[in-house]
């Protein structure tokens, strides 16, 4: 058991998402950054989708009340056993009775904490992610707050000799200018020529709006071509006949401040989706904190897929490694 | 005699602000004296309002951010002089 003695800014618990209920609603939550919360199932030899804890900005105080393998990855939220430094990226073992917490975040905005086992809460339509907005999943349906407990599952596949650890070209790099690859559409149509080539030629600024359901973003003033205003749609020309939101699609409510859509988001709407982030880039969205900022760069669906390729074999070169040790 | 000044970090990045709500007075001024778990401003980040608290008793010599500032994580926001 893994006792909560302070929960941290916003702590949930997340495995890979609650897939297949999109057409209803349902959005998939899951972790932000999958990339980072495999590779930690992968250093604790978990099932790939077994739930961690996904910590964002400022790191929860948790005492271990068993012996446990853990492994933490993602931004830099520097963690400390009993005080002293640990590294990230990297088996660990901690005994019972160790206090697992964390300095100031240095890079990135969430990190994960995986458990040999993975964190045990019961399966909501086959995830265990935390959805906050509707109150399911995970515990109780909600961040941690203190005092609460949380037990290991047995979603345990390999033992991982403790002080295995992820070669430097496995870990993601951070900065606070960032490129992000968008698909143009589906409604791109809506904006001005002008400008649709300002949003892929301005640095666009995180605001403190920017949480699992969207990241809000400020720059300048989008304007969309003037048009008849069709059976079905808003009022406000950012607004279409209600479409479907791809996860990481990107619309600009009276065309003021993007916002792109998250794992928690509505699922559809009638605001005009300018672009959809390609999903490897997901990942690199989920480490970016407010303030910080972003360019979006156009790429075809061939160049999106390619991306997830790589990412994909990425994966298996890793596990090739950490398996063969 | 004037003591050791500590800077006091935001954790988190995000909005300060140095009011309870828009209509309070602010938690601290300048040269007040503060208590160890004081409460000296806020940072709004994800719709979530996190409180700055003074980790040791001294007076607030200075705030080194204004109102409203967006703040990074591990960002200065004030200076507290130890007592001696």
Known sequence: MIKVMSPGLQTTVQDNGRIGYYEVGMPPSGAMDKYSLTVGNLLVGNDENAAALEITYMGPVLQFQEDAIIALTGGEIPPKI????????????????????FDFVKQGARVYLAVAGGIDVPLIMGSRSTYTLCGIGGLEGRPLEQGDELNIGNQ?????PVGTRVQSEFIPSFSKVNEIRVIVGLCSYRLT????????????????EANRVGYRFKGERLNFVEREQPFGAGSNPSNVVDLGYPIGSIQVPDGVEPIALLNDAVTGGGYATVGTIISTDLDKMAQIKTNEKVRFVAVDIEEALQARKENKQKIEKLKQQLFQL | MTGAAKKVLSPIPGVFYRKPSPDKDVYVKEGDAVKE????GLVEVMK????????????????????????????EIAVIVAES
């Open chain 2, 37 to 40: 778990g004081d409460v000296i």
């Open chain 1, 156 to 160: 345990s596949k390999h033992q991982v």
């Open chain 2, 48 to 75: 979530n309002f996190y409180e700055i608290k003074a980790e040791a008793a001294g007076v607030l010599e200075k705030f080194l951010v204004n109102e409203e500032d967006v703040l990074d994580a591990g960002q």
């Open chain 1, 82 to 101: 009993n005080g002293q430094p640990v590294p990230m990226w990297e088996t660990l073992s901690v005994k019972a009775g160790d206090e697992l917490s």
């Open chain 1, 193 to 208: 020529e002008e400008s649709k080539q300002r949003f892929f030629s301005i640095d666009w600024t995180v605001t403190t």
